[in-house]
Nanobody, 117 residues
Framework: QVHLAESGGGLVQLGGSLGLSCAASGSILGINAMGWYRQAPGKEREWVASITTRGKTATYADSVKGRFTISLNNALNTMYLQMNSLEPEDTAVYYC??????????WGQGTQVTVSS
């Protein structure tokens, strides 16, 4: 199985920055893409960003374009999400995922991000 260890969550002020990490270990060969979802209490889980492991093509939700940057270090098997210009609406539990084709996904445990106004 695959283990995804998340870190980097915390409390930041409006307009601040925060970086999240997601380190993959275990049976990691063949990962096609990694990314992030987030979920606030009472709201549906929202896709945030993804990146392919081969070409490192990044894709973002409209709500975070221009503010968040996703990256991947294949040698370290670690994915990063740099979050800038944070807004209260960014407050959520952030979950990283790793995906294999077809239809196989593993999830991290989640890390809390809180943006104060």
């Amino acid at each position: 199985q695959v283990h995804l260890a998340e870190s980097g969550g915390g409390l930041v002020q409006l307009g601040g920055s925060l970086g999240l990490s997601c380190a993959a270990s275990g049976s990691i060969l063949g990962i096609n893409a990694m990314g992030w979802y987030r979920q606030a209490p009472g709201k549906e889980r929202e896709w945030v960003a993804s990146i392919t492991t081969r070409g490192k093509t990044a894709t973002y939700a409209d709500s975070v374009k221009g503010r968040f940057t996703i990256s991947l270090n294949n040698a370290l098997n670690t994915m990063y999400l740099q979050m800038n210009s944070l807004e209260p609406e960014d407050t959520a539990v952030y979950y990283c995922y790793a995906a294999w084709l077809p239809s196989r996904i593993y999830w991290g445990q989640g890390t809390q991000v809180t943006v104060s106004s």
